[in-house]
T-cell receptor, first 117, second 113 residues
């Protein structure tokens, strides 16, 4: 079974600075998807960024980028120019590439990010 | 607008009672999922359904039951057998095939009093 580990329960950063959230995962599959979700105080889950494992290029969405290290099974999220609205719980998630089957998301424990003004 | 509606937002249950959480989607998504969220544990899968009239247990199904009589609806019943039901419950849906676009509801906070 796949597992996802986020070793940083809490992180804080000064507004406008850069912060990196860590995520490692364990799988025996060669093809899969990885995601970062944001959960603000409203508790609505918002997709931040996704990465297909077969793509070598790291995904980027505006101020959000990932460092995907497939051999090390590492998938960190970098937030540049942090804004107050980035304050939230961030979850790393894994999904198998298979077309059949549950295609369920497996989540890490989450990292609570605080932005200091 | 299409989306997932979870109701109620807050729910209180007395010990020994069953309670049902509602999840409705109008996205025409095939698959639906129920997750439980506890502090420090992330989201854990309770049940999922890929088609109508079929559902499968997730990682923590004990004390829960579901039904999928309609494509749009996937209600979750928390039974009295669930020893620690106080948690935040999230419903999600996904289009079939290889699609990775998951949509989440806004959740239900269940408290046992």
């Amino acid at each position: 079974a796949q597992t996802v580990t986020q070793s940083q329960p809490e992180m804080s950063v000064q507004e406008a600075e850069t912060v990196t959230l860590s995520c490692t995962y364990d799988t025996s599959e060669s093809d899969y998807y990885l995601f970062w979700y944001k959960q603000p105080p409203s508790r609505q889950m918002i997709l931040v960024i996704r990465q297909e494992a077969y793509k070598q290029q790291n995904a980027t969405e505006n101020r959000f980028s990932v460092n995907f290290q497939k051999a090390a099974k590492s998938f960190s999220l970098k937030i540049s120019d942090s804004q107050l609205g980035d304050a939230a719980m961030y979850f790393c998630a894994y999904r198998s590439f298979e077309i059949q089957g549950a295609q369920k998301l497996v989540f890490g424990q989450g990292t609570r990010l605080t932005i200091n003004p | 607008d299409g989306g997932i509606t979870q109701s109620p937002k807050y729910l209180f249950r007395k010990e020994g009672q069953n309670v049902t959480l509602s999840c409705e989607q109008n996205l025409n998504h095939d698959a639906m999922y129920w997750y439980r969220q506890d502090p420090g544990q992330g989201l854990r899968l309770i049940y999922y359904s890929q088609i109508v009239n079929d559902f499968q247990k997730g990682d923590i199904a004990e004390g829960y039951s579901v039904s999928r009589e309609k494509k749009e609806s996937f209600p979750l019943t928390v039974t009295s057998a669930q020893k620690n039901p106080t948690a935040f419950y999230l419903c999600a849906s996904r289009l079939g095939g290889s699609g990775y676009g998951y949509t989440f509801g806004s959740g239900t906070r269940l408290t046992v009093v």
